[in-house]
């Protein structure tokens, strides 16, 4: 998961949820493009990404 991150240019987050079987959310992750919530499937591949 953190390479994952890391290829998005975003730190580790603070708090990772397994959302349902095979979904992790994480939310308020740091990264260059600003604050992000972040949606991964089971292979940490990237499914999701919202900027607020």
């Known amino acids: 998961m ?3 991150l890391a290829d998005l240019g ?3 987050p603070e708090g990772v949820k ?3 079987e095979g979904i992790y ?3 308020d992750a740091k990264c260059k ?3 992000m919530d ?4 089971k ?3 990237v499914i999701l990404i919202s900027r607020y």
Do not use: N, P, Q, R
């Open 18 to 20: 397994k959302e349902e």
């Open 38 to 41: 972040i949606k991964l499937d």
């Open 25 to 27: 959310e994480i939310d």
């Open 10 to 12: 975003c730190k580790d």
């Open 33 to 35: 493009m600003g604050t």
């Open 2 to 4: 953190t390479a994952a």
């Open 43 to 45: 292979d940490f591949s």
